[in-house]
């Protein structure tokens, strides 16, 4: 072909190309917490990880304290139950929460405004003290009220608040992250931006430092009234500060008029909502995150049985629809987190892995491996490696190759 003719493409093709880059990166290099769980901000003091790590392993001790036992009430597979459960156990004593919220919208309300104004610096004083003290999980941060215009004063003064604080002490981390609940228009992300970048510079924090997520929790949220999800321009608007769009069930199916009883993670609407959260952050490098589930294992040993073998159904659900992240709302609920998120991990690592050598050594799996479908393998791989549910000697052993060489084949940036 003559080369002006692919010079003319070049020539035509270039803001696409452009757009393409800048606006679907792809995977940021970073781990995806399993979960975020949420505290009331009135409930969370220094010691409030460590109190929930004991009411977890308490809980799994009471009504779960074998192999045997919980096999037979959750049922595991018996090829998987050991392992699954000594690594569950030894989670919940080095890592028992991967994202923590510290929350002052719908769990903490609405009070005066000089008592949250004190809960906001408290708890920011209570974060500070895990972050020195190297006990903060490795995501954490805050959720404030939304943008509308009753809470929005509050919202903002909370956060400003909560920021200088740690500021302050030295301790705004990477792992910080802030919630914005209720968002119903693309201003109210433009707004978000001013806000952010007020308070860094207020606190004398680097601009552009401050992250945040985006809550869906409104039909506004997943359809404007133009008749095309704003989504998309949402994560635009954020300026590479959005890192996670959350789904919230119950705000957002009784906003759909879906009655109590039937409300749930696994609803037609949930999942509607989750297709579009999903599509629109679908190579941004912006996390998609499932919402919780109310039914709390608490009471008798059936009831906490039920709620546990409720909440692994609906977790691994998450995993197979391809969302990675959920809500945590009590202790009782890390067991069957981490139980779920395990056993997906460890029952699908045989095939990963040896589809994943067969690719790199160009061997027969007996599957034909696209890059694409490896760069899937390997992230699954990857996810369960962060999570804890596999680890590095099975890595090298059944791949063949290192950590950075798998994220390689996730095609993930190496970050030092």
Not at 44 to 56: I, L, P, Y
Not at 260 to 276: F, T
Not at 347 to 354: N, R
Not at 400 to 411: E, S
Request: some cysteine.
């Amino acid at each position: 072909m003559d080369e002006q003719l692919f010079a003319e493409l070049d020539r035509r093709l270039a803001d696409a190309d452009a757009a393409l880059t800048t606006l679907y990166p792809g995977d940021r290099g970073v781990r995806q917490p399993i979960h975020t769980v949420y505290v009331p901000a009135d409930r969370f003091t220094a010691g409030t990880v460590s109190e929930w790590a004991e009411q977890a392993r308490a809980v799994l001790r009471e009504h779960g304290g074998s192999v045997a036992e919980l096999t037979e009430v959750l049922g595991l597979p018996a090829d998987h139950a050991a392992e699954v459960y000594d690594r569950v156990r030894a989670k919940l004593e080095r890592e028992p929460i991967e994202d923590l919220r510290i929350d002052f919208e719908d769990g903490y309300g609405v009070r005066p405004d000089e008592q949250e104004d004190a809960a906001a610096v408290e708890a920011a004083r209570a974060l500070a003290e895990l972050v020195k003290g190297d006990a903060a999980p490795p995501y954490h941060g805050l959720r404030i009220k939304s943008l509308e215009a009753p809470s929005r004063r509050r919202g903002v003064r909370t956060l400003d608040l909560f920021v200088g604080e740690l500021a302050r002490t030295g301790t705004v981390t990477d792992g910080f992250v802030i919630t914005l609940a209720k968002v119903t228009s693309l201003d109210q992300i433009s707004a978000m931006m001013l806000v952010l970048g007020a308070v860094e510079q207020s606190h004398g924090l680097a601009s552009g430092s401050l992250k945040f997520e985006i809550q869906v929790e409104t039909p506004q949220a997943i359809l404007g009234s133009n008749g095309m999800t704003p989504l998309p321009m949402m994560i635009r608007a954020g300026g590479g500060r959005v890192t996670g769009l959350h789904y919230g069930t119950y705000d957002y199916s009784a906003s759909l008029g879906v009655a109590a009883a039937y409300q749930s993670m696994e609803h037609p609407v949930a999942d509607h909502a989750k297709d579009v959260m999903q599509l629109a952050a679908a190579g941004t490098g912006v996390f998609v995150c499932d919402g919780s589930t109310n039914v709390l294992p608490i009471g008798q040993r059936e009831q906490v049985h039920a709620a546990w073998r409720l909440h692994q159904r609906l977790v691994r659900r998450s995993l197979e629809r391809g969302i990675y992240q959920g809500w945590d709302m009590h202790p009782a609920q890390l067991p069957s987190r981490y139980i779920a998120t395990y056993l997906f991990y460890r029952e699908g690592l045989a095939t990963a892995s040896a589809r994943l050598r067969a690719y790199v050594e160009g061997g027969n799996s007996g599957y034909l491996d696209e890059p694409a479908t490896a760069a899937a393998l390997a992230g699954f791989v990857l996810r369960g490696l962060e999570c804890g549910a596999l680890d590095t000697t099975e890595l090298d052993k059944l791949i063949g190759v290192d950590t950075a060489g798998l994220a390689r084949l996730a095609r993930r940036p190496l970050r030092s």
